[in-house]
């Protein structure tokens, strides 16, 4: 979510421009979602081709969070940030966007009760903020850890374990949630994007010289992504606020 990662100036209209994808493939999955949700249309989200493509979508998301953080911490150290300022920027970054997250955890828990959101993208991506600094050392070498960690994770797969290990990925087998992306194996696409951002853009610059195109698409793409954190947050309130005022759901439903 680029508002945290660097500021407007000097931004790469491509890493917008794909987190801009992100966010418009959230928005589309979660219409589809509310609408099956409140029994308006019987839509199949939870597999096959939409289970698919949200998946792709926090993948996508997730995958650029690394990519951002390499880019971020290269032009903090050009800058001279290094060691305990550098750790304590990651600190409160990360900070946030958890408390944003414990926050959604507390208002879905009143609203939804069962399947709350107890560890979801924003857990996420706060978390590996608040641990990547562990990480930014390793460099390209990332890619392999990310990898390794999925291994892992398959190892893993089927293993239940006590609530309070659900950030990591275990938990009871009675456990749902409506969105769950635990540190194993989700962090290993942050140690991807990592990885692929110290490849791609090393020192905080691109590799490759890229002359992207702007075009009404793109710009709308590139504009989403520079604000996808208050999108984030406030598309769920709009969809459902315009399904109240078309009618299609009771607003009592939801109080």
Same mark, same amino acid.
């Given at each position: 979510?680029?508002?945290f990662?660097h500021?407007a100036?000097?931004?790469?209209?491509?890493i917008?421009?794909?987190?801009?994808i992100?966010?418009?493939?959230m928005?589309?999955?979660h219409v589809?979602?509310?609408?099956?949700?409140f029994?308006?249309?019987?839509?199949?989200v939870?597999?096959g081709?939409?289970?698919?493509f949200?998946?792709?979508?926090?993948?996508?998301?997730?995958?650029?969070?690394?990519l951002?953080?390499?880019?971020?911490?290269?032009?903090a150290m050009a800058?001279g940030i290094?060691g305990?300022d550098?750790w304590?920027?990651?600190?409160?970054?990360?900070?946030?966007?958890?408390l944003? &997250?414990l926050?959604?955890?507390?208002? *879905?828990? +009143?609203? #939804?009760?069962?399947? %709350?959101?107890? $560890? &979801?993208?924003?857990?996420l991506?706060? *978390?590996? +903020?608040? #641990?990547?600094?562990l %990480?930014?050392? $390793? &460099?390209?070498?990332?890619?392999?850890?990310g990898?390794?960690?999925?291994?892992f994770?398959?190892?893993?797969? &089927?293993?239940?374990?006590?609530i309070?290990?659900?950030?990591?990925g275990?938990?009871p087998?009675s456990f749902y949630?409506?969105d769950?992306e635990p540190?194993?194996?989700?962090?290993?696409?942050v140690?991807?994007?990592?990885?692929?951002g110290?490849?791609?853009?090393?020192?905080g610059k691109?590799?490759?010289s890229?002359?992207i195109?702007t075009?009404p698409?793109t710009?709308f793409?590139?504009?989403?992504?520079?604000?996808?954190?208050?999108?984030?947050l406030?598309?769920?309130?709009?969809?459902?606020g315009?399904?109240m005022?078309?009618?299609?759901i009771?607003?009592?439903?939801?109080?």
């Amino acid at each position: 979510m680029s508002y945290f990662f660097h500021s407007a100036q000097g931004r790469y209209p491509e890493i917008d421009a794909a987190r801009g994808i992100a966010i418009l493939m959230m928005v589309i999955f979660h219409v589809l979602y509310d609408l099956n949700y409140f029994g308006i249309m019987d839509i199949e989200v939870s597999s096959g081709f939409w289970r698919t493509f949200a998946i792709s979508c926090a993948s996508l998301f997730v995958f650029l969070v690394g990519l951002s953080l390499s880019i971020s911490k290269d032009r903090a150290m050009a800058h001279g940030i290094t060691g305990r300022d550098l750790w304590k920027k990651y600190l409160m970054r990360g900070g946030v966007l958890l408390l944003i &997250g414990l926050g959604i955890s507390v208002i *879905t828990y +009143i609203t #939804i009760g069962d399947g %709350f959101i107890l $560890f &979801g993208i924003l857990h996420l991506i706060g *978390t590996s +903020i608040l #641990i990547a600094p562990l %990480f930014f050392r $390793f &460099g390209k070498g990332n890619i392999y850890l990310g990898c390794s960690l999925f291994i892992f994770s398959i190892l893993l797969a &089927g293993i239940s374990g006590p609530i309070w290990l659900a950030w990591l990925g275990f938990h009871p087998a009675s456990f749902y949630s409506i969105d769950y992306e635990p540190l194993i194996p989700w962090f290993g696409l942050v140690l991807l994007g990592l990885g692929a951002g110290a490849f791609l853009y090393p020192g905080g610059k691109p590799l490759l010289s890229m002359d992207i195109h702007t075009s009404p698409l793109t710009g709308f793409l590139a504009l989403a992504g520079r604000y996808s954190l208050l999108i984030y947050l406030m598309h769920q309130p709009v969809i459902i606020g315009l399904l109240m005022a078309t009618g299609m759901i009771d607003p009592f439903v939801i109080l």
